[in-house]
């Protein structure tokens, strides 16, 4: 079965950085493009940053722009570096594997996802 696990998620005091990584349990994922996408309580499932099947483009919310950063390596693992952290970026992180090599920013284009990885953003 098809998995992607996230880590490296936490508790990190505003104006930090933490670094998400996404591991992928098979290597056909190194043709799909992958994304990154976040839920607060209460809230809607929203985009965050997604990245094409060579890792050559890149999309990014507006929000996070400037502060966050989507790779990717040859090893179907993809991260997210997310630099100068505010309140506001708690929520809970997920991965997510698109169904073709193009970066998309609508969760219905992803057809695998992962667990989640909580990130908390204190003031």
């Known amino acids: 079965q098809v998995q992607l696990v996230e880590s490296g998620g936490g508790l990190v005091q505003a104006g930090g950085s933490l670094r998400l990584s996404c591991a992928a349990s098979?290597?056909?994922?190194?043709?799909?493009?992958m994304g990154w996408f976040r839920q607060a309580p209460g809230k809607e499932r929203e985009f965050v940053a997604a990245?094409?099947?060579?890792?050559?483009?890149t999309d990014h919310a507006d929000s996070v722009k400037g502060r966050f950063t989507i790779s990717r390596d040859n090893n179907s693992t993809v991260y997210l570096q997310m630099n100068d952290l505010k309140p506001e970026d708690t929520a809970v992180y997920y991965c997510?594997?698109?169904?073709?090599?193009?970066?998309?920013?609508?969760?219905?284009?992803?057809?695998?996802w992962g667990q989640g990885t909580q990130v908390i953003v204190s003031s």
């Open positions: 990245i094409n099947w060579s890792g050559s483009i």
């Open positions: 997510a594997a698109a169904g073709g090599p193009f970066a998309v920013i609508r969760p219905s284009d992803y057809g695998y």
């Open positions: 098979e290597r056909t994922f190194s043709s799909h493009a």
